[in-house]
């Protein structure tokens, strides 16, 4: 009995120091994109960047359930990859905004460059809810000519309860609709 009273009491009381020991997963940092993936980047073109374009990609750091009484907290992780086997891509702008459409996060200090095939990750940790059921990021992308269009998607992963949920939301290009 005495060894089941100290086994629980040893269990409860590494139960209370996990959040201390082990710090929760929160949104990634600028400079942290540049460490993390400095195997992906490469020098900057000295030509110009003729050719450019956006994407608009709807993430969800949170979704509402059962009739909105529950609310499953997701991770988010956006990728873009260079789809170009030759040329580099340069990425000027990763902006994270939330349901209003207020800039949570911006990624880039400064326009970076992606070798050919590479790839870059921003991630958002669950317990950051900053970005609301609405939130979405804008990448704005550059090249020196043709090039093959990037490819940007984001992977939302999160539990409630003992069911888990993982889903993708490609990025859209952004084009003006309207009268030419």
């Known amino acids: 009995m005495c060894h089941i009273l ?6 409860a009381i590494l139960g209370g120091l996990a959040p201390i020991l082990a710090p929760p997963a929160s949104a990634q940092t600028a400079a942290g994109i540049e460490q993390a993936f400095a195997g ?9 960047l003729d050719v450019s374009g956006a994407f608009y990609v709807p993430v969800y750091s949170s979704v ?3 009739q909105g009484k529950l609310r499953a907290d997701f991770s988010v992780t956006l990728s873009v990859h260079n789809a170009s086997e030759t040329r580099p891509l340069v990425l000027k702008r990763i902006a994270y905004f939330d349901t209003g459409g207020k800039l949570v996060e911006s990624y880039l200090k400064a326009p970076v460059a992606l070798k050919p095939f ?9 317990v950051d809810v900053r970005g609301g059921t609405g939130a979405n990021f804008a990448v704005d992308w550059a090249a020196t000519g043709e090039i093959a269009e990037p490819v940007v998607e984001a992977l939302m992963i999160g539990s409630l309860g003992s069911g888990h949920y993982a889903f993708i939301s490609q990025g859209r290009p952004l084009k003006m609709v309207g009268k030419n």
């Open 40 to 48: 992906s980047l490469t020098t900057m073109p000295s030509e110009n």
């Open 6 to 11: 100290t086994r629980g009491l040893f269990l």
């Open 64 to 66: 509402s359930m059962s």
């Open 118 to 126: 590479s790839t870059i990750e921003v991630f958002v940790g669950a």
